[in-house]
């Protein structure tokens, strides 16, 4: 089946600072990767959609200059959170598109586990 | 985008048979219906999608009733390493965005 891995798979850093998390299709290209935020006891929650070539779309309440996300290759996206604060401590997903005769398909990558002091 | 309901928990024994029922009335023709199990820090594993009828894998089975409203998916004999949260999710083929529900909790006992 399709593999999405995620790095780190934790991290944990200084209020202020800024992380960059990357996902990567590892088996296919991905024309379309989503960024996900979870946190504890609660469902995932869908914070963009990144599109290879060009810019992300945001939902609603996401703030787009905090989360910054480049898809800059069929196989990479990356999702910098920056100028971290602790509310910001949550369990970060994406997943990757997978393109075929239909349906296509989502799958997900393992998670990162971000911690802000 | 069609909303999804599920049971929030479920209890189960090992051995048993688990059917999850989902609701998805607004769903559109478009629409695929996909789930995914999911363990504690990890991300979500893809177990069936289908579009009609029924579904078939060395997993699970997937059972879509004519109306296309509901979906159950039914887990067959089911042992302690299947306790996790289950989710259903309708999404457009071809680029549809996938909004999570509120998942069910399977918990499958000795």
């Known amino acids: 089946g399709a593999v999405v891995s995620q790095h780190p798979s934790w991290v944990i850093c200084k209020s202020g600072t800024s992380v960059k998390i990357e996902c990567r299709s590892l088996?296919?290209?991905?024309?379309?990767m989503f960024w996900y935020r979870q946190f504890p006891k609660q469902s995932l929650m869908l914070m963009a959609t990144s599109n290879e070539g060009s810019k992300a779309t945001y939902e609603q309440g996401v703030e787009k200059d905090k989360f910054l996300i480049n898809h800059a290759s069929l196989t990479l996206s990356t999702l910098t959170v920056t100028s971290a604060h602790p509310e910001d401590s949550s369990f970060y997903i994406c997943?990757?598109?997978?393109?075929?005769?239909?349906?296509?398909?989502?799958?997900f990558g393992p998670g990162t586990r971000l911690t802000v002091l | 985008l069609a909303k999804t309901t599920q049971p929030i928990s479920m209890d189960s024994y090992e051995g048993q048979e688990v059917n999850i029922t989902c609701s998805h009335n607004n769903i559109a023709t478009n629409d695929y219906i996909t789930w995914y199990q999911q363990f504690p820090s990890q991300g979500p594993r893809f177990i069936i999608q289908g579009y009609k009828t029924k579904v078939t894998n060395e997993v699970a089975s997937l059972f879509i009733p004519a109306d296309r409203k509901s979906s159950t998916l039914s887990l067959p004999r089911v042992s302690l390493s299947d306790t996790a949260v289950y989710y259903c999710l309708v999404g457009e083929n071809q680029g549809g965005k996938l909004i999570f529900g509120q998942g069910t909790e399977l918990s499958v006992k000795p």
């Open positions: 088996d296919f290209q991905a024309t379309t």
């Open positions: 997943s990757a598109r997978q393109l075929a005769t239909p349906p296509d398909t989502q799958y």
